[in-house]
């Protein structure tokens, strides 16, 4: 079946720094999002991307499909202690079936 | 006020027991569906409920799950005989703009099978 593998598993940085994580299907998607999760919270959606080499930008944050659309990043700037969570790639293999979640990628922040 | 409302917010079960999981939603949202997240885990699909009924379903969603919108609103997942693996966060999860896609999740019930 379609799987979705996401690393790192863990990030540790230093406030300031840079993050990225990375998203990789074994199946070309149709849609892929990105979902972030606080700590004993629920996942909260972030962005979809739909298109063959879309780049999308939320303030800090840069989220990319590749161009084969089986792959995908986010890349946070200058991260912030808000920051903190667990980010979450999921997968679509066509426009209203059931998102596959990645096993996500735990970052922590120091300040 | 949360647009959907999940309950038990927790629930302790011995190995064998039934357990009925609810959503009960605010508004009238098509698409429906149920996610599970074993602690520390990857947030796991386990059906999808589209027009009252089942459209997909994955490989965990065996037959000792059903899930039912009985009324028209409550959406609920029954596990008919808890196993020890079962322990896990439930997330129903709900779809209100079909084009954006945008997968919105309760605030989880989680189950412990002892």
């Known amino acids: 079946g379609q799987q979705v593998m996401q690393i790192p598993q863990y990030q540790h940085v230093q406030e300031g720094e840079d993050f990225t994580t990375y998203c990789n299907s074994s199946t070309t998607l149709s849609n892929i999002q990105w979902y972030k999760q606080r700590p004993g919270g629920h996942p909260v959606f972030l962005i979809q991307?739909?298109?063959?080499?879309e780049v999308k930008k939320q303030k800090r944050l840069t989220f990319q499909f590749g161009e084969a659309k089986k792959n995908s990043s986010l890349h946070i700037t200058a991260t912030q202690t808000t920051d903190v969570g667990t980010y979450f790639c999921?997968?679509?293999?066509?426009?209203?079936?059931?998102?596959?979640f990645g096993k996500g990628t735990t970052l922590s922040v120091s300040s | 006020e949360p647009e959907v409302t999940q309950t038990p917010s927790h629930q302790v079960t011995q190995m064998g027991q039934e357990v009925i999981l609810r959503c009960v939603p605010i508004?009238?949202?098509?698409?429906f569906y149920w996610y599970r997240q074993i602690l520390g885990q990857k947030v796991e699909f386990l059906v999808s409920?589209?027009?009252?009924?089942?459209?997909?379903k994955s490989e965990i969603f065996d037959d000792q799950f059903s899930v039912e919108r009985p009324d028209g609103s409550n959406f609920t997942l029954k596990i008919r005989s808890t196993k020890l693996e079962d322990s896990a966060m439930y997330f129903c999860?709900?779809?209100?703009?079909?084009?954006?896609?945008?997968?919105?999740f309760g605030e989880g019930s989680r189950l412990t099978v002892l």
């Open positions: 409920f589209y027009n009252n009924e089942i459209s997909e």
């Open positions: 999921a997968g679509g293999r066509q426009a209203g079936t059931a998102l596959i």
């Open positions: 991307l739909v298109k063959s080499g």
């Open positions: 999860a709900w779809i209100k703009d079909a084009f954006t896609g945008e997968l919105f």
């Open positions: 508004s009238n949202h098509l698409y």
